[in-house]
Every structure is written in structure tokens, then in C-alpha cells.
């Protein structure tokens, strides 16, 4: 049976197979790998791992909030969404959004 981290590590896998990094050219996969690996370093709970490992992909692939939630459950789920930028909203929204979820999380 699979870890959840694993799961995660595997959903983000696909989820960005076909993405590059638009610095180098590098696989995208390569950097939130290196979030949940920094998250597991540092001591962090599985769930924050795998949402580390996950936090790109409501944003940049076509996983929805309801496949993340059935496949590694609804905390990781609400983490990624906290972290996530809603591209309809405009840059500056978008901002006033994430600072607003920083303030709350104070």
C-alpha cells in the first residue's frame, strides 16, 4: 500500500509529465519535488508533504480540487487550494487573495 506522500509524488508525476521549467528547460516536475522534500526535511506532517508535492497542480495542470481531494483526501486538498491562484481573477485579485490567506494563517 502506498504512502500518502507517495500518492502525491505520483499525482503530481503525471500530472506535470509534460511540462518544463521556463528558466531552463528542466523538467517542472523537478520543483515541487524539491518543495516536498524541503517540507519532509524540516519535520512536516505527511499531508503537508504531499501537499508540498502537489501545490502546483490545481493551478498548471488539469487535476481539479475534487480529484485531489478523492485521491489524497481533503486536507491536502484545502492546503493546494489555499496555495493556488485562480487565473480568472486579475494579478492584482489574485495578490489581494494570497495576502489575505497569509494574514489569516498569522
Excluded: N
Excluded at 526535511?41 to 501545490?55: I, L, N, P
Amino acid at each position: 500500500m502506498m504512502t500518502l506522500t507517495e500518492k502525491a509524488l505520483r499525482l503530481a508525476t503525471a500530472a506535470h509529465k509534460d511540462q518544463v521549467r521556463k528558466s531552463d528547460g528542466s523538467p517542472y516536475i523537478t520543483h515541487p519535488v524539491m518543495v516536498g522534500m524541503l517540507l519532509k526535511e524540516y519535520g512536516f506532517s505527511e499531508a503537508v508533504v504531499a501537499a508540498g508535492f502537489t501545490h502546483d497542480v490545481l493551478e498548471d495542470t488539469s487535476v481539479t480540487r475534487e480529484e485531489l481531494a478523492a485521491k489524497l483526501g481533503e486536507d491536502v486538498a484545502v492546503m493546494v487550494d489555499g496555495v493556488s491562484e485562480d487565473k480568472d481573477l486579475s494579478w492584482e485579485a489574485r495578490k489581494e487573495r494570497y495576502v489575505a490567506g497569509v494574514v489569516a494563517a498569522s
